[in-house]
């Protein structure tokens, strides 16, 4: 029986950010509140990707260990957790939302440190992970049931219950606020969670793990297991106790998680995966504020946003003006560089693989016969910097418009009018987010019905508000986070029918 392993404590390493501040960083798996050595033995090296440093090692957990989570995840469960009054749970995510609040700027340093965002975003990003910790608890006592009329002679309720231990399996691109749209959630509903961090980015998640412990979670609640997707993400997504799981990450691998979900115990999936979301801009759109939209669209975190608006689609009257605008705008202020300096919009992307992976579409739209209107390069010869990359004079059949690259690499198309620009636009297996800018109100809401994604922005781009519900169809996946929606995913309804005499 796993849980009569011995365990041993791991002390947290002292690290100091590149903008100098002094904390403490856990480097053990946390399991049953306290933080542990893996029982691989094995550790796994967090580089930043800046500087292609090592900044320390964390344990990379075993099956073994993630069976411990998972019993010790189960235990939590089953003891008053899932049934005591939500509003309990409610303040423990409150004071968590408050210390992260305290903290926010260590945190956000740990994350241009862990991952390579320019500081700017990383304060953002902890922004929206603050309002959505609070929003999450907020709902904790409103995920009631309803009652059903059927007539006199019965009464009928439902119960929205917690599903039980929650595996959840993030990505790097948002280390932290992923990790907060999975657990909050989870938590207010009266679940227990066995959480996998990205291999690259564990840092921000054993940190918040901390915080956990700080503002007095039950051990169990909250389970933290660093380590290989192939071993650990895979022993989570079998596992026979873990009810739910929920996964953040690439199409192919979710492809994996589901069918391995079902011939394990038929858990519940929900998937949030991959994009290649269109962003059109119609001959009436103002300039002046589309090309920072834009921008945000396919720049933002180095383009490492699944809902990256990576193929812009320009209406014909406005296509000549619109290039030689967005070069010159991103020329003048689109800088790359270490995360930071305060003057540096983008910075580096997360790691050696994605950033080969990037450049060799890079190379592939050349050989395809698409014409780059800026960019195309890496930037120094140190750390992973790719300068903002924009293709036109691309066709529709072309890789580097039909496949997600994930870095920030743009195609840009032209279009003649809404049905042309739509029928292009919806044009792909994937369906998670698209952009529209106009002056036109018709335009903007007709085009919005149209387009299949799971969220439309208009005169606006990766946006993201903490009340309003996030995910993706079609292959980029099920299911919501965020908002009311997500609930769905974490509870189970219960009829309860009742014959009156
Ligand atoms: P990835 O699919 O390689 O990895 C995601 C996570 O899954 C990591 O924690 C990884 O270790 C784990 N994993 C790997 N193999 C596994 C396996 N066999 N079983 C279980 N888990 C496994 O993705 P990535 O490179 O970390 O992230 C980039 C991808 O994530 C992109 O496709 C991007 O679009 C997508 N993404 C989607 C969203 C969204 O909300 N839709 C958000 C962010 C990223
Ligand atoms: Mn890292």
């Given at each position: 029986?796993?849980?009569?392993?011995?365990?041993?404590?791991?002390?947290?390493?002292?690290?100091?950010?590149?903008?100098?501040?002094?904390?403490?960083?856990?480097?053990?798996?946390?399991?049953?509140?306290?933080?542990?050595?893996?029982?691989?033995?094995?550790?796994?090296?967090?580089?930043?990707?800046?500087?292609?440093?090592?900044?320390?090692?964390?344990?990379?957990?075993?099956?073994?260990?993630?069976?411990?989570?998972?019993?010790?995840?189960?235990?939590?469960?089953?003891?008053?957790?899932?049934?005591?009054?939500?509003?309990?749970?409610?303040?423990?995510?409150?004071?968590?939302?408050?210390?992260?609040?305290?903290?926010?700027?260590?945190?956000?340093?740990i994350e241009s440190m862990d991952n390579g965002k320019a500081l700017?975003?990383?304060?953002?990003?902890?922004?929206?992970?603050?309002?959505?910790?609070?929003?999450?608890?907020?709902?904790?006592?409103?995920?009631?049931?309803?009652?059903?009329?059927?007539?006199?002679?019965?009464?009928?309720?439902?119960?929205?219950e917690p599903v039980g231990v929650c595996g959840q399996i993030i990505?790097?691109?948002?280390?932290?606020?992923?990790?907060?749209?999975?657990?909050?959630?989870?938590?207010?509903?009266?679940?227990?969670?066995?959480?996998?961090?990205?291999?690259?980015?564990?840092?921000?998640?054993?940190?918040?793990?901390?915080?956990?412990?700080?503002?007095?979670?039950?051990?169990?609640?909250?389970?933290?297991?660093?380590?290989?997707?192939?071993?650990?993400?895979?022993?989570?997504?079998?596992?026979?106790?873990?009810?739910?799981?929920?996964?953040?990450?690439?199409?192919?691998?979710?492809?994996?998680?589901?069918?391995?979900?079902?011939?394990?115990?038929?858990?519940?999936?929900?998937?949030?995966?991959?994009?290649?979301?269109?962003?059109?801009?119609?001959?009436?759109?103002?300039?002046?504020?589309?090309?920072?939209?834009?921008?945000?669209?396919?720049?933002?975190?180095?383009?490492?946003?699944?809902?990256?608006?990576?193929?812009?689609?320009?209406?014909?009257?406005?296509?000549?003006?619109?290039?030689?605008?967005?070069?010159?705008?991103?020329?003048?202020?689109?800088?790359?560089?270490?995360?930071?300096?305060?003057?540096?919009?983008?910075?580096?992307?997360?790691?050696?693989?994605?950033?080969?992976?990037?450049?060799?579409?890079?190379?592939?739209?050349?050989?395809?016969?698409?014409?780059?209107?800026?960019?195309?390069?890496?930037?120094?010869?140190?750390?992973?910097?790719?300068?903002?990359?924009?293709?036109?004079?691309?066709?529709?059949?072309?890789?580097?418009?039909?496949?997600?690259?994930?870095?920030?690499?743009?195609?840009?198309?032209?279009?003649?009018?809404?049905?042309?620009?739509?029928?292009?636009?919806?044009?792909?297996?994937?369906?998670?987010?698209?952009?529209?800018?106009?002056?036109?109100?018709?335009?903007?809401?007709?085009?919005?019905?149209?387009?299949?994604?799971?969220?439309?922005?208009?005169?606006?781009?990766?946006?993201?508000?903490?009340?309003?519900?996030?995910?993706?169809?079609?292959?980029?996946?099920?299911?919501?986070?965020?908002?009311?929606?997500?609930?769905?995913?974490?509870?189970?309804?219960?009829?309860?029918?009742?014959?009156?005499?």
């Amino acid at each position: 029986m796993s849980s009569t392993i011995e365990r041993t404590k791991v002390d947290s390493a002292k690290i100091i950010t590149p903008n100098g501040l002094t904390y403490q960083q856990p480097v053990g798996l946390f399991i049953n509140n306290e933080f542990v050595k893996a029982q691989s033995g094995k550790t796994l090296k967090v580089e930043d990707p800046s500087t292609e440093e090592v900044v320390v090692e964390v344990e990379s957990a075993s099956s073994e260990d993630v069976n411990y989570a998972v019993d010790c995840a189960e235990a939590a469960f089953n003891s008053s957790w899932s049934t005591r009054d939500p509003r309990e749970r409610a303040r423990y995510l409150f004071k968590l939302a408050d210390l992260v609040e305290e903290r926010k700027e260590l945190i956000a340093s740990i994350e241009s440190m862990d991952n390579g965002k320019a500081l700017a975003l990383a304060r953002g990003d902890v922004e929206l992970v603050i309002n959505y910790i609070r929003v999450a608890a907020g709902y904790a006592d409103k995920i009631g049931g309803r009652t059903i009329n059927t007539g006199e002679n019965y009464v009928n309720y439902t119960l929205r219950e917690p599903v039980g231990v929650c595996g959840q399996i993030i990505p790097w691109n948002f280390p932290l606020m992923m990790l907060s749209w999975k657990i909050a959630p989870a938590l207010a509903a009266g679940n227990t969670v066995v959480l996998k961090p990205a291999s690259p980015t564990p840092l921000n998640a054993l940190y918040f793990a901390s915080l956990c412990k700080e503002v007095g979670i039950p051990a169990g609640v909250v389970n933290i297991v660093p380590g290989p997707g192939r071993s650990v993400g895979d022993t989570i997504t079998n596992h026979p106790k873990i009810r739910k799981v929920a996964f953040t990450g690439s199409t192919e691998i979710g492809r994996d998680i589901a069918v391995k979900a079902a011939q394990s115990n038929l858990k519940k999936v929900t998937l949030e995966l991959g994009g290649k979301s269109a962003h059109m801009v119609f001959d009436d759109a103002n300039l002046e504020k589309t090309l920072p939209n834009l921008v945000n669209g396919i720049f933002l975190n180095a383009g490492q946003i699944c809902s990256s608006g990576s193929r812009i689609y320009v209406q014909e009257g406005i296509y000549d003006r619109l290039l030689t605008s967005f070069k010159k705008y991103i020329e003048e202020n689109i800088k790359v560089g270490s995360p930071f300096d305060e003057s540096n919009f983008q910075g580096a992307i997360n790691n050696k693989s994605q950033f080969d992976t990037i450049m060799n579409y890079i190379s592939i739209g050349q050989e395809e016969g698409a014409k780059v209107l800026t960019g195309g390069v890496r930037v120094g010869d140190k750390g992973f910097f790719v300068r903002p990359t924009v293709f036109y004079d691309v066709t529709e059949d072309m890789r580097i418009v039909k496949e997600e690259i994930f870095g920030p690499v743009v195609t840009i198309s032209k279009f003649k009018d809404i049905e042309d620009g739509v029928a292009m636009a919806n044009d792909s297996e994937f369906g998670l987010g698209a952009g529209i800018e106009t002056e036109n109100i018709s335009t903007a809401l007709k085009v919005s019905k149209k387009l299949k994604a799971g969220t439309v922005w208009v005169n606006t781009y990766n946006d993201f508000d903490a009340s309003v519900p996030f995910g993706g169809c079609k292959q980029s996946g099920y299911g919501r986070e965020m908002g009311e929606e997500v609930f769905e995913a974490y509870t189970t309804v219960k009829a309860v029918r009742i014959k009156l005499d």
